[in-house]
């Protein structure tokens, strides 16, 4: 089993969709949750942390469920910026180290 | 505020020949460094971590080598570059323990 598990996707949505991507993690101690997103032959830029409580940042809302070893990204009102692969991240107790999924693509279109 | 500067940005390089990138910070100090390679189509793969000068761990056996001869400064390297070191390589850093990443605008190897 993966570390980190995504969709594997591509996700293809209109202008305007909601959109929801999620992630499984294998290490129970892990401490801390991020969404990074990265486009075409660029570096992945950090998109939000992800909280116990769940957070929201505008159009994107972030949910973890430690219980179940899941994350989820929602993204409403899609809008074409918006595509790009999505990675969910995951770091361990000790901090050093820190897994990557393999990435959701989402395409948005007009 | 900080920055992390990686390069060169475009690198093709024959089979056999040596191989060093460059990363720097600034505006923090301390830094916890990473290089990162991701093949084509793949995800991020954790090469390298450092927690301080001359601190190097190796999170997978393989054909480079990194060192940290300054606070700041991460530098991966290899003496014989094999095809299979083609990739997008990717230097990042944090602050404190888990926090996020940042990373540098990367280097695309190709070994030919």
């Known amino acids: 089993r993966k570390e980190v598990e995504q969709d594997p996707g591509p996700f293809n949505v209109p202008e305007g969709a909601t959109v929801a991507f999620n992630c499984t993690y294998s290490?129970?101690?892990?401490?801390?949750f991020f969404w990074y997103r990265q486009d075409c032959r660029k570096e992945p830029k950090l998109l939000m942390s992800?909280?116990?409580s769940g957070n929201e940042d505008g159009r994107f809302t972030a949910q973890l469920n430690r219980a179940s070893q899941y994350i989820s990204l929602l993204i409403r009102d899609s809008k074409l910026s918006d595509s790009a692969t999505y990675l969910c991240?995951?770091?361990?107790?000790?901090?050093?180290?820190?897994?990557f999924g393999a990435g959701t693509r989402l395409f948005v279109k007009a | 505020s900080q920055t992390i500067h990686q390069w060169p940005a475009t690198l093709v390089q024959p089979v056999g020949s040596p191989l060093s990138l460059e990363c720097t910070v600034e505006?923090?100090?301390?830094?916890?460094l990473y290089w990162y390679r991701q093949a084509a189509g793949r995800g991020l793969q954790l090469l390298f971590y450092?927690?301080?000068?001359?601190?190097i761990s190796s999170e997978v056996p393989q054909n480079l080598s990194a060192s940290r001869p300054q606070d700041r400064q991460f530098i991966l390297s290899s003496k014989k570059l094999l095809l299979s070191d083609s990739g997008f390589y990717l230097c990042?850093?944090?602050?404190?323990?888990?926090?996020?990443?940042?990373f540098g605008s990367g280097t695309q190897l190709s070994v030919l």
């Open positions: 992800v909280y116990s």
């Open positions: 990042a850093w944090s602050g404190a323990l888990n926090e996020k990443l940042f």
């Open positions: 991240v995951v770091r361990d107790t000790g901090g050093f180290k820190t897994i």
């Open positions: 290490n129970s101690a892990s401490q801390s």
């Open positions: 450092s927690v301080g000068i001359g601190q």
């Open positions: 505006g923090t100090s301390n830094p916890n």
